[in-house]
């Protein structure tokens, strides 16, 4: 299967992403914000990364950037459970313009998720084992 980069500040859905997708063989190391994502794909870059966009320290935003800058061929999926309503701006459309393969929002399903990692991942040239 893949190996997954999994950037999640809230502890509990880090927590059951992780589940979800090791229980069906992924690869998956888990950072609680963009740096430490970014530090990790830095270390050893991955077949995906799944990223939340608002968080402390680096957000998703600039963890698709700056991940994308290392790798331009990164793969990344971004998922935001904050809403356009307040501030008026709309985080899964930027995701997508910074270069996210996919946006979802949140709370989105582990198994639709799953299908969304096998669609990218189906789709790239090569996948490796890491």
């Known amino acids: 299967m893949a190996s997954i980069i999994l950037i999640e500040d809230e502890r509990p859905i880090r927590i ?24 990790m794909y830095q270390a050893t870059a991955a077949d995906l990364v799944i990223t939340d966009i608002v968080m402390p320290v680096m957000d ?14 990164a793969t990344i999926i971004a998922m935001s459970g904050s809403s356009s309503g307040s501030t008026g701006y709309d985080y899964l459309t930027a995701a997508r313009k910074f270069g996210a393969a996919r946006t979802l929002p949140k709370p ?3 198994r639709v998720l799953r299908e969304i990692i096998e669609e990218l991942l189906a789709a790239k040239p090569e996948t490796s084992t890491a």
């Open 108 to 110: 989105t399903g582990v």
């Open 16 to 39: 059951a992403l992780e589940r979800g997708l090791t229980s069906v063989g992924h690869k998956v190391r888990c950072a609680a914000n963009g740096q430490e994502g970014l530090d």
């Open 60 to 73: 998703g935003l600039e963890a698709i950037q700056a991940i994308l800058a290392l790798d331009p061929q």
